[in-house]
């Protein structure tokens, strides 16, 4: 069944919660990844944080003002597993960290993955960019084109193992202008975790 807006939006103001919240899932995040949220603060509309059940929360926004239309979820405990909260439209929007006014965008599979690739990439590259979260492997989500149309240079940085090549093949057909950067490990926080 299809949500509406404003079910939406309800599900996801928890999103604006309180400090104690954002430390629990910060900390249980550095647990299971080597993401450190403590850059998220500086770089992203939205602070990960703890859902109820311990769960990483990424918030997903659209447009300038960074509206939440949904949020990825990262399990933290023994039993690894990722999805979105209820509600949640990942064709209307993304997670995403970096600078303002970028002018390069990667792409990359999820928000640890995002949060992974920026902290590798974000000081490196020459240019301001962003790193997003596309919510799965998907070649031409609909928040794709629009930010084509807007002239960044934009990089598949999808996982490098079959599904990941695949769809950043199909991704790259559609959109030529799109180049494919691969993580130097299978994903982006496993290249992470080989730098430290």
């Known amino acids: 069944m299809k ?7 309800e599900r996801v103001s928890e999103a604006e919660g309180n400090d104690q919240r954002e430390e629990n899932g910060g900390s249980r995040l550095r647990k299971v990844r ?3 949220p403590a850059k998220v603060r500086a770089f992203s509309p939205a602070v990960p944080y703890a859902d109820q059940r311990g769960n990483a929360v990424f918030l997903m ?7 939440p239309v949904g949020a990825e979820l990262r399990g933290t405990s023994q039993r690894a597993w990722r999805g979105l909260a209820s509600g949640t439209c990942r064709d209307a929007g993304y997670f995403w960290i970096g600078q303002l006014n970028p002018e390069q965008i990667v792409i990359c ?5 995002a949060i992974s690739c920026f902290q590798l990439h974000g000081r490196q590259l020459h240019a301001r960019c962003i790193c997003i979260s596309s ?6 989500p609909p928040w794709l084109r629009p930010l ?24 790259i057909r559609r959109h030529p202008s799109i180049k494919r950067l691969p993580p130097q490990a ?7 975790i080989a730098s430290l």
């Open 3 to 9: 949500k509406t807006e404003k079910e939406t939006n």
């Open 34 to 36: 080597a993401g450190k």
């Open 61 to 67: 926004v659209t447009g300038k003002a960074n509206r």
């Open 109 to 113: 599979e999820s928000a640890i993955d």
């Open 135 to 140: 919510a799965g492997v998907r070649p031409d």
């Open 148 to 171: 084509l149309a807007r002239g960044y240079h934009i990089y598949c940085g999808f996982d490098d193992d079959k599904p990941g090549n695949e769809t950043s093949r199909q991704m």
């Open 186 to 192: 299978h994903d982006w926080n496993d290249t992470l």
